[in-house]
């Protein structure tokens, strides 16, 4: 089975970096085609993807946080961290990691960790 | 344009059918995929590449595509099928994930 968890800062301030961390147990990040990706929701908004992780330590970004943004993985300690710099107050959201995995030429985000909401104060 | 619309809203009585529509240019060349959220609760994938449906989702949840637009089918609707419902897929060259606006459906 499968299972992912967010931990990390509930509040942050304004211009402040958020680290948070996802944590994962069911499958390992040593193996081919698997990934792990953040995607964050506003309140009462759709997800937006925020970047991805593979095994072979590829790495996207969407285009328009990836200035801000760094992803890396502890495959040992079965993580993957987020970094986000700048942090704004409509950076708060849930923030949610997820399983990834590579089937020919596409790949999708199943399961999703239970999120954790980060605050930013101005 | 990557983006996805949905409609906002829809409203369905029980034993009815539900149907929600996503458009984006991307989704001629790029597969589709469905997201169940329920208050309070991270998204669930429903299905994947266009039509599949992962194992544990009832067979009353399917999809069709058709040109730019997809299309999720909820037949027979249930009381618990009353959430939001996102689709998903990439840019164009399948680069990046792109989530649609998303469709709260009510049953009535």
């Known amino acids: 089975q499968i299972t992912l968890k967010e931990s990390g800062p509930t509040l942050v301030k304004a211009t402040q970096t958020l680290t948070l961390t996802c944590t994962f147990s069911g499958f390992s990040l040593r193996s081919p085609a698997v990934g792990v990706g953040w995607i964050r929701q506003p309140p009462g908004k759709a997800p937006e993807w925020l970047a991805l992780i593979y095994w072979d330590d590829d790495k996207r970004y969407s285009p328009s946080l990836k200035s801000r943004l760094t992803i890396n993985k502890d495959s040992s300690k079965n993580q993957v961290v987020l970094t986000m710099t700048n942090m704004d107050p409509a950076d708060t959201a849930t923030y949610y990691c997820?399983?990834?995995?590579?089937?020919?030429?596409?790949?999708?985000?199943?399961?999703w960790g239970q999120g954790t909401l980060v605050t930013v104060s101005s | 344009s990557d983006e996805l619309t949905q409609p906002p809203s829809a409203s369905v009585s029980p034993g009815q059918t539900a149907r929600i529509t996503c458009s984006g240019d991307a989704l001629s060349k790029q597969y589709a995929f469905w997201y169940q959220q329920k208050a309070g609760q991270a998204p669930v994938l429903i299905i994947y590449k266009d039509k599949e449906r992962p194992s544990g989702i009832p067979e009353r949840f399917s999809a069709s595509k058709s040109g730019t637009t997809v299309t999720l089918t909820i037949s027979g609707v249930q009381a618990e099928d009353g959430a939001d419902y996102y689709c998903?897929?990439?840019?164009?060259?399948?680069?990046?994930?792109?989530f649609g606006s998303g469709t709260k459906v009510t049953v009535l």
């Open positions: 997820a399983y990834s995995f590579i089937v020919v030429d596409t790949n999708w985000f199943h399961p």
């Open positions: 998903q897929s990439t840019d164009t060259s399948g680069t990046y994930y792109v």
